[in-house]
């Protein structure tokens, strides 16, 4: 069992991976509606034409997403659910409620405030030791943790969105709880996607279907459905971070949802960084796992 003590996604705009919006980036509420729905396929790392579709059987890489299966068991997932109930959950938009541990930020302006802030809760220690644990996650410190509460009788979603970039890092790691949904993802940027033949082997035994794709795809026209089974852990990084928004749409939320997103500092505020001692100092308070929610 994790250590019992109190209250564990993300709000961007004020901070996302189910949170931080790129500043200049409106969310309007509205979801354009994609024309090409693709299925990400986490034992081969691409995402896969869905059946029935017009692209069924086409394929193309889509880098940057590790999915970590039952990384938390069901006891334990209970035991953080009800400590997360302990404390006091906001109102957020479209449906959402929030619990946030972290600095007070203002993305447009690039500033924050340490006041306030007095780490990430207790109980999320295990967490992010036993996250260490796993390749791609080596040195992951945390210095933000936001809880995103999901119900399908308020109609909880989140927009497209991209998190930030100024203050957060490479690696955007998001623990899912209590039921199974479906992380929608989308890229606005021109130009096409080339498509080959949907892989049943590993990325690397497909050079040579990847060098002569056979057809190809916009990219505005086409999302990329990531399923998170319930109980597993997501990292966002590279492309599917930078590139490719992320959203929950409503249809996708069919009982309560808790999300806990994870995030780490940028290379601005890291060893060698123009703001490396502010780094420091959030990532003592940070980790000295004594926050309530702020």
């Known amino acids: 069992m994790l250590p019992e003590v109190s209250g564990l996604e993300s709000e961007a705009g004020s901070k996302g991976l189910e949170g931080a919006e790129v500043p200049g980036q409106k969310n309007t509420g509205q979801q354009p509606t994609k024309t090409h729905c693709f299925i990400y396929c986490s034992d081969t ?3 896969v034409g869905s059946e029935e579709s017009d692209f069924e059987g086409w394929a193309f890489p889509f880098p940057g997403v590790m999915l970590i299966e039952d990384f938390v068991t069901r006891e334990e997932e209970a035991e953080l659910v009800r400590l997360m109930d302990c404390d006091p959950w906001k109102l957020s938009q479209s449906g959402r409620r929030k619990q946030d541990y972290g600095p007070k930020v203002n993305f447009r302006k690039q500033k924050l405030k340490t006041e306030g802030f007095c780490g990430l809760p207790s109980f999320s220690r295990e967490v992010v030791r036993r996250m260490g644990l796993y390749p791609g996650l080596e040195g992951f410190r945390p210095v933000e943790q936001c809880n995103l509460d999901y119900c399908p009788e308020r109609g909880s979603s989140i927009d497209p969105h991209l998190d930030d970039a100024w203050l957060w890092g490479e690696r955007l790691v998001s623990l899912n709880l209590l039921s199974p949904t479906v992380l929608s993802m989308c890229r606005e940027a021109p130009g096409s996607l080339l498509l080959c033949s949907a892989p049943s082997a590993a990325p690397e035994a497909l050079v040579d279907s990847v060098i002569a794709p056979s057809r190809s795809v916009l990219c505005q026209e086409v999302e990329v459905a990531v399923p998170l089974p319930r109980r597993s852990l997501l990292v966002l990084r ?7 928004k992320h959203a929950i749409h409503r ?6 949802r808790v999300c806990v997103t994870f995030r780490e500092l940028s290379a601005e ?20 796992f004594q926050g309530r929610p702020v």
């Open 238 to 244: 590279g492309a599917a971070r930078h590139q490719w």
């Open 251 to 256: 249809r996708h939320v069919e009982a309560r």
């Open 45 to 47: 790392g691409w995402a």
């Open 269 to 288: 505020f890291g060893p060698g960084g123009r703001q490396q001692e502010l780094g420091q100092e959030l990532l003592r308070i940070a980790l000295s």
